[in-house]
């Protein structure tokens, strides 16, 4: 194997603002892909100043994008936003932000679709099966245990 040759810092910021232009990204990311051209501590951190400063990088951008993408697109609660939120290194600030982007309203509606659809799914299972399943399901998803109680009561009322 050959060595991977490693960029001068200029060369890295171009690249680097490449990187983040493309899309939302968070610091940490950003701060594995520089030391992975090989740039030291002090490098890193000049340019991680310049793309904030020239708004490439914005960790509160960032969350609120994260957040919204994945309750739209993946259907996460906001549980498991939070897990994912934190394991990117995001402030407590930013992801209490960026969860208070997701409507009320959508996420209720959110956790009654996936709900009754895994609850319609589950036929000819005995109701205790049901709810268990479904609760699980719903738990995975990243959707707070209380809700959940209260959906699953819910469909059972409707579906007597």
């Known amino acids: ?9 200029d060369q890295a910021f171009q690249k680097i603002k490449q990187f983040c232009a ?3 990204r968070c610091h940490k990311e950003v701060t594995e892909k520089l030391y ?9 951190e000049i340019i991680l100043t310049n793309l904030i ?13 994260f957040a ?5 697109i993946k259907q996460w609660g906001r549980v498991k936003i939070k897990y994912e939120l934190k394991q990117k290194g995001i402030s407590n600030f930013c992801i209490t932000l960026s969860l208070k982007q997701i409507e009320e309203e959508a996420y209720l509606a959110t956790l009654k679709a996936i709900a009754i659809k895994k609850w319609d799914s589950l036929k000819g299972e005995q109701y205790i099966t049901k709810q ?10 990243g959707f707070e245990q209380n809700l959940i ?12």
């Open 68 to 72: 919204g993408g994945k309750f739209r």
């Open 132 to 141: 268990s399943k479904t609760t699980a399901h719903l738990l995975q998803k």
């Open 22 to 24: 493309y899309q939302e």
């Open 53 to 65: 400063v020239e708004n490439y990088l914005n960790e509160e951008r960032f969350a609120i994008a």
């Open 149 to 160: 109680t209260t959906k699953i009561n819910e469909i059972k009322e409707e579906r007597k």
């Open 36 to 44: 992975s051209y090989g740039l030291h501590k002090k490098e890193v």
């Open 1 to 9: 194997m050959y060595a991977k040759k490693s960029l001068t810092p």
